[in-house]
């Protein structure tokens, strides 16, 4: 079981950035997923990142503005969003993986509540 709190989102101006967290406690050896749902819309893959930090995965819309990093000594994972458009608007979820490290929200088996990050133009 793992129990997992997101921080750090919040109003920008386009052209910002922000430091999304993750926070988990309980067993923390997962595999580490940030996705994003905007009103009215599905949950979306945004980045992901294994267990050891070694592999990292980034969706097309955001790759080169967005980076996952992990601390596994602070049982954290980040996600640094720079250069935000009101695109990138939306909740963010930090979701965990015991088995594997990718795309697909059905693998992933816990979720945060959530935090909203809005970019506004």
């Known amino acids: 079981q793992v129990q997992l709190v997101e921080s750090g989102g919040g109003l920008v101006q386009a052209g910002g950035s922000l430091r999304l967290s993750c926070a988990a406690s309980?067993?923390?050896?997962?595999?580490m997923g940030w996705f994003r749902q905007a009103p009215g819309k599905e949950r979306v893959f945004v980045a992901a990142?294994?267990?050891?930090?070694?592999?990292?995965y980034v969706a097309d819309s955001v790759k080169g503005r967005f980076r996952i990093s992990r601390d596994n000594a602070k049982n954290t994972v980040y996600l640094q969003m720079n250069s935000l458009k009101p695109e990138d608007t939306a909740v963010y979820y930090c979701?965990?993986?015991?088995?594997?490290?990718?795309?697909?929200?059905?693998?992933?088996?816990?979720w945060g509540q959530g935090t909203q990050v809005t970019v506004s133009s």
């Open positions: 309980g067993r923390t050896s997962y595999h």
């Open positions: 979701a965990a993986d015991r088995s594997s490290v990718g795309p697909l929200k059905y693998d992933y088996d816990y």
């Open positions: 990142i294994s267990w050891s930090g070694g592999s990292t």
